[in-house]
């Protein structure tokens, strides 16, 4: 099956930094979403991103299909950011269930 | 916005116990599904439901499991004989449509039930 895999794993950083989060996926995808799971578990949805650059407020995100992979990006960090960010991808082969990447653990300090 | 409520937030059960979680779907969804995450881990799938059936299942969905949609707008999902290795949050999603059919679209989770199986 298609391997998503997440870099990095874990991110500190200090209030107000920016960062990027890379999710790159082995196969042809026909969907993509980015999630926010916050320290209460809860799967927030970001952004439904198959193909090109979507913004909403702080974060943005890009996707190059044909490259197999897909960036987020948080700029002036908050507290409130804090949480495992997991991208989740649907295949083109006639399934529709989502496959998770490993996620990446952002902390981010006042 | 819409949302899709599970039930219970938190339980804790007995091993060799029956569990039961269950989700209600935004009310226009068609497909229903069922993932978990055992702590520390990442999400994994385990049942897409459509139609009054399961349409795909994972190696996880074993014959322990089982999902029901009792009523135009329940979802739920039974453990027959709960497990320690059980223990983790499921989370409940639906969709209106199925993403590969429009691109541009997705799922909607729950917030999830954590299930702590002592």
């Known amino acids: 099956g298609i391997q998503v895999e997440q870099s990095p794993p874990d991110l500190i950083l200090q209030e107000g930094a920016n960062s990027t989060l890379r999710c790159n996926f082995s196969?042809?995808?026909?969907?993509l979403q980015w999630f926010h799971q916050n320290p209460w578990g809860q799967l927030i949805n970001l952004f439904y991103i198959p193909s090109g650059t979507k913004q909403n407020g702080r974060l943005s995100a890009t996707t190059v299909a044909t490259e197999r992979y897909s960036l987020l990006y948080i700029s002036s960090s908050q507290t409130t950011d804090s949480g495992v960010y997991f991208c989740a991808v649907v295949t083109n082969f006639g399934n529709e269930k989502l496959t998770f990447g490993t996620g990446t653990r952002l902390t981010i300090i006042p | 916005e819409p949302e899709v409520t599970q039930t219970p937030s938190h339980q804790v059960t007995q091993m060799g116990q029956e569990v039961i979680l269950r989700c209600v779907p935004i009310s226009n969804h068609l497909y229903f599904y069922w993932y978990r995450q055992i702590l520390g881990q990442k999400v994994e799938f385990l049942v897409s439901?459509?139609?009054?059936?399961?349409?795909?299942k994972s190696e996880i969905f074993d014959d322990q499991f089982s999902v029901e949609r009792p009523d135009g707008s329940n979802f739920t999902l039974k453990i027959r004989s709960t497990k320690l290795e059980d223990s983790a949050m499921y989370f409940c999603a639906s969709s209106e449509f199925l993403p590969l059919t429009i691109p541009d679209y997705g799922y909607t989770f729950g917030s999830g039930t954590r299930l702590t199986v002592v």
């Open positions: 196969d042809s995808v026909n969907n």
């Open positions: 439901f459509y139609n009054n059936e399961i349409s795909e």
